[in-house]
């Protein structure tokens, strides 16, 4: 799933001061960009509604000599019974720390993470806000889209890449 994005800002050094004292940006928006737990527990709290996940595709990309450069790329919808795409997620993982760690594609990351009892850190690379028609018309929403990048480490090692991007309806839940 591609689509055109027109981004009117974007920061890719991510310092917290920066977008803590960034007065421009929405308090619901720095909570959800910037935490460093799940997405789908901040969900549930905002909208009082339990988190659902719909599981578009997962491609494997495979180099059959070289395992290591062998990849997973999953993409998902995260939402709610009320209102089912909250977030487009894809991420983006090496084989074999996939099929050794992430066992149920059908549930969100952070949700198996935290019901797991793993210890991982979010490196978070770049936040956006813009404009896409073909968000527009996937979210059943106007714009602008706030988004962000991230590498996700478990033990110290990168396990994955990962890309979202937020509907502007979270905003009415505060």
Not at 148 to 156: D, E, M, N, S
């Amino acid at each position: 799933m591609t689509f055109n994005f027109v981004s009117c800002w974007n920061t890719k050094r991510i310092l917290p001061n920066q977008i803590y004292r960034n007065g421009s940006i929405p308090i619901i928006w720095k909570v959800i960009l910037l935490g460093d737990g799940s997405f789908t527990r901040h969900s549930e709290i905002l909208t009082y509604a339990i988190t659902s996940v719909d599981h578009l595709n997962t491609f494997i990309y495979s180099n059959e000599q070289i395992l290591l450069k062998s990849f997973i790329n999953r993409k998902v919808w995260i939402g709610t019974n009320t209102c089912k795409k909250l977030i487009f997620a894809s991420s983006w993982w090496n084989i074999k720390g996939y099929e050794k760690l992430y066992k149920y594609p059908s549930q969100a990351i952070g949700s198996f993470f935290i019901q797991s009892e793993l210890d991982f850190y979010r490196d978070i690379h770049e936040i956006f806000l813009g404009y896409s028609f073909e968000l527009e018309k996937l979210f059943s929403s106007k714009g602008p889209f706030w988004g962000r990048h991230y590498t996700l480490f478990y033990k110290g090692k990168p396990i994955s890449i990962i890309y979202e991007i937020f509907s502007p309806l979270l905003e009415n839940f505060q």
